[in-house]
């Protein structure tokens, strides 16, 4: 009897003790769950990514050009050759596929490329470029090109400078040229309406 005693005396004020103290339910469980889903699911601060998005516009003849891409940074690699590979589509850029957009009709370096939103892929090269206006926008990088859906090619020339560009750079200008420079690489797509476009 008192050993039974002794053991109601140790057991029951553990039993009381566990019974009253703080609880985890189902329901603090689910909250804690939902904030965290809520948190995920929140819109991605894009201008924090380590290549944070950029946007270029001009107006080329009543015509306006739009690109939207994301700039990558050199950080003391070498990119073209080597980090961006010879002869392979690249998205020219990071993240996203480049997007070009065009409100009218333009002239590419004399080629007619129609109004509308591309993604502008290229392929670099030692002493020449080809780049690419892919008639879907819409796609991360170039994993997925397409080349049935390109609409133009057109060659350019690479200069090759003395002083590196740190940040992946892409200018629209009102004189009617699309520049683009990264590490040492440069160069210069001549941009016009096409006939019958523009104001």
């Given at each position: 009897m008192k050993i039974n005693h002794?053991?109601?005396f140790v057991v029951l004020p553990a039993f009381m003790i566990t019974s009253c103290g703080p609880s985890s339910t189902k329901s603090d469980?689910?909250?804690?769950?939902e904030e965290y889903v809520e948190e995920e699911n929140e819109e991605e601060d894009k201008s924090k990514r380590p290549s944070p998005p950029r946007t270029t516009t001009a107006n080329i003849s009543g015509i306006n050009v739009t690109i939207d891409?994301?700039?990558?940074?050199?950080?003391g690699r070498?990119?073209?050759?080597?980090?961006?590979?010879?002869?392979k589509v690249w998205r020219t850029g990071a993240n996203e596929a480049t997007v070009i957009t065009t409100d009218g009709d333009v002239t590419l370096n004399g080629e007619v490329l129609p109004k509308g939103q591309y993604a502008l892929f290229t392929i670099p090269g030692e002493a020449e470029w080809t780049v690419?206006?892919?008639k879907e926008p819409?796609?991360?990088?170039a994993f997925n090109y397409n080349p049935d859906l390109d609409?133009?090619?057109?060659?350019?020339?690479?200069e090759i400078n003395d002083e590196v560009t740190e940040r992946l750079n892409f200018t629209?200008?009102?004189?009617?040229q699309i520049s683009f420079g990264w590490e040492k690489v440069s160069f210069i797509i001549e941009v016009g309406a096409a006939a019958g476009s523009g104001s």
């Open positions: 002794l053991l109601l469980v689910s909250d804690s769950s891409y994301s700039a990558p940074a050199v950080k070498t990119v073209f050759g080597n980090l961006e590979p010879y002869g690419i206006f892919n819409n796609q991360w990088g609409v133009l090619k057109i060659q350019v020339t690479p629209v200008s009102s004189e009617g």
